[in-house]
C-alpha cells in the first residue's frame, strides 16, 4: 500500500488567499485525522472523521478553517483566509478502526507558510 | 484532563550509550499510552503501545517503554543507541474512554553523538 498520500507537500501563499490541503488516507481505514504541528503549540489535533463524518472538530482554531470528506478515500482541509499564524505543517493520518485499538498511520505533511 | 509531559526537549547521548526519554502523564480514567518517533520531514511513527496487561512494552528498533502507575510514568529506553535513532520522540495519551483523540507531548529531540 502507499501509505497515507498528502498534497502539495509544500505550499508558501500570501495572507488572504485560500488554501487547500488534501489528503488520501489508506484504502479500508473508517478513520481520518488532522493534525497541524507548530514549535509554539507542538502536535494538535485539528478534526477526526469516522466513515467520512466529522467526529471531533474541536480542534478547528477558528472558522477561517474547515474539513471536508466527500467520500472514504479523500479529504481536505481548507484554510480561507490565510494568516501568517495558520504557518505550520499538517498531517493527515488514517487508521482501520478506533485508536487505540489500532495504530494511526500518518502521512508525510504539507508545510503551510503563509507571508 | 488527560495530558503528558516530556521531561527534556532534547536529549544527546554517545553512540552504545543507553537511551532514556522520560514521560509523564495525568489520566483521571486508566490511559493507554504510546510513543511515536519523527524522522526529518517525515510523519509520526508508532513505536510502541501500552493498552493492558503487561507493563513492559517492546516496540521496534530495540526500543521499550514501562507502565508504572505509582509514578504516572511510561519512559522509553534502548539499551544501545545507534546513529539512526536521531530524530523527535513523542510521548502521546487517551484515556479509555475517549477513543481516538490522542493527546501528544511537546516532544524530544534525540541527538546521537559518535
Known amino acids: 500500500d502507499a501509505g497515507v498520500i498528502q498534497s502539495p507537500r509544500h505550499e508558501v501563499t500570501e495572507m488572504g488567499q485560500e488554501v487547500t490541503l488534501r489528503c488520501k488516507p489508506i484504502?479500508?481505514?473508517?478513520?481520518l485525522f488532522w493534525y497541524r504541528q507548530t514549535m509554539m503549540r507542538g502536535l494538535e489535533l485539528l478534526i477526526y472523521f469516522n466513515n467520512n463524518v466529522p467526529i471531533d472538530d474541536s480542534g478547528m482554531p477558528e472558522d477561517r478553517f474547515s474539513a471536508k470528506m466527500p467520500n472514504a478515500s479523500f479529504s481536505t482541509l481548507k484554510i480561507q483566509p490565510s494568516e501568517p499564524r495558520d504557518s505550520a505543517v499538517y498531517f493527515c493520518?488514517?487508521?482501520?478502526?478506533?485508536?487505540?485499538?489500532?495504530?494511526?498511520?500518518f502521512g508525510p505533511g504539507t508545510r503551510l507558510t503563509v507571508l | 484532563a488527560q495530558s503528558v509531559t516530556q521531561l527534556g526537549s532534547h536529549v544527546s547521548v554517545s553512540e552504545g550509550a543507553l537511551v532514556l526519554l522520560r514521560c509523564n502523564y495525568s489520566?483521571?480514567?486508566?490511559?493507554?499510552l504510546f510513543w511515536y518517533v519523527q524522522y526529518p520531514n517525515q510523519g509520526l511513527q508508532l513505536l510502541l503501545k501500552y493498552t493492558t496487561g503487561a507493563t513492559l512494552v517492546k516496540g521496534i528498533n530495540g526500543f521499550e517503554a514501562e507502565f508504572k502507575k505509582s509514578e504516572t510514568s511510561f519512559h522509553l529506553t534502548k539499551p544501545s543507541a545507534h546513529m539512526s535513532d536521531a530524530a523527535e520522540y513523542f510521548c502521546a495519551v487517551t484515556p479509555y474512554s475517549s477513543a481516538s483523540k490522542i493527546i501528544f507531548g511537546s516532544g524530544t529531540r534525540l541527538s546521537i553523538r559518535p
Open positions: 489520566s483521571s480514567v486508566p490511559p493507554y
Open positions: 484504502s479500508g481505514h473508517d478513520y
Open positions: 493520518a488514517s487508521s482501520p478502526t478506533s485508536v487505540p485499538t489500532d495504530t494511526q498511520y
